[in-house]
């Protein structure tokens, strides 16, 4: 599975982004998906997941309330709307597709990463 992440970009404080990760592969609607972020010299850490069929979804707490993840098998896309946007959501934001079927958010249960896209959000 091959992953591609757009959508990012610069935006003010309170602003808004969409952020979309297309796949590669027919297999796409048997993989949960997360989205995660990194900002300069933290650890990556978990932002949001959702299961195969979209029926089971998880948020870290930071982002509950401001981010909605969501996907289109037939399109083998995965979104992540991200709203009311503060400048400590600044960071490289990445999907990755997990084959359990476990609700998890660590980096080291995903089996495929994208190459991630640039948020910034200014003050």
């Known amino acids: 599975v091959q992953l591609v992440e757009s959508g990012g970009g610069l935006v003010q404080a309170g602003g808004s982004l969409r952020l979309s990760c297309a796949a590669s592969?027919?297999?796409?609607?048997?993989?949960?998906m997360g989205w995660f972020r990194q900002a300069p010299g933290k650890e990556r850490e978990f932002v949001a997941r959702i299961n195969w069929s979209g029926g089971s979804i998880y948020y870290a707490d930071s982002v509950k309330g401001r981010c909605t993840i969501s996907r289109d098998n037939a399109k083998n896309t995965v979104y992540l709307q991200m709203i009311s946007l503060k400048p400590e959501d600044t960071a490289v934001y990445y999907c990755?597709?997990?084959?359990?079927?476990?609700?998890?958010?660590?980096?080291?249960?995903?089996?495929?990463w994208g190459q991630g896209t640039q948020v910034t959000v200014s003050s």
């Open positions: 990755a597709a997990d084959k359990g079927r476990v609700t998890t958010t660590q980096t080291y249960d995903y089996d495929y």
């Open positions: 592969g027919r297999t796409f609607s048997s993989y949960a």
